[in-house]
């Protein structure tokens, strides 16, 4: 009984001591870490960023084609000019190594694809609402991100440039909200 006992409590504890490191990515995944506050890891940040510049940069060349009105095609030209940018300049960090042992995904997440596809589906203003939707979402979770990784990343370089990009996706934040107004 005592030799079970105490395989149980060091289970247990061996599963807390693991689940920082595998939270994090599960924490950053769901959205948990942004709701509470929480610093991605460098590898977390680099993806989520990469991942965020590959939807604007898709979604809004969609919109460039797509939208029925001439504000939402300027802001969707200028997410993509400014997405490929940030997408550019964090390629150079973690191609250049200033980022160590990161590696840049090569595809969205399973529900920005979706989100996609679902904009694929729509014309018209049905195409506009959603695109203006999901860019106001998007851009909230980018904004987190950028803060929470500026205010406390362990990669210098990258929470320097976490900072410098920040008034810039805010700003993007403000416009995808203004679209509608």
Known sequence: MLKSSVFA?????????????????????TGVNSTLGITPSTPDFVREAAMSDMFEIQSSQLAEQKADD???KSFAQKMVTDHTKTSSEMKSMVQGGKVKGVDLPTDMSSSQKSMLDKLKGLNGKDFS???????????????????????????????????????TLQAHLKMAQDLDK
């Open 70 to 72: 001439p504000q939402t």
């Open 9 to 29: 409590v060091c289970l247990i504890a061996a599963g807390v001591l693991a689940a920082p490191a595998y939270a994090q990515s599960v924490g950053e995944k």
């Open 129 to 167: 609402k959603q695109y203006h939707s999901d860019q106001v979402s998007a851009h909230k979770d980018a904004v987190s991100l950028f803060e929470r990784y500026g205010k406390g990343g362990d990669n210098p370089e990258l929470k320097d440039w976490a900072n410098k990009t920040l008034p």
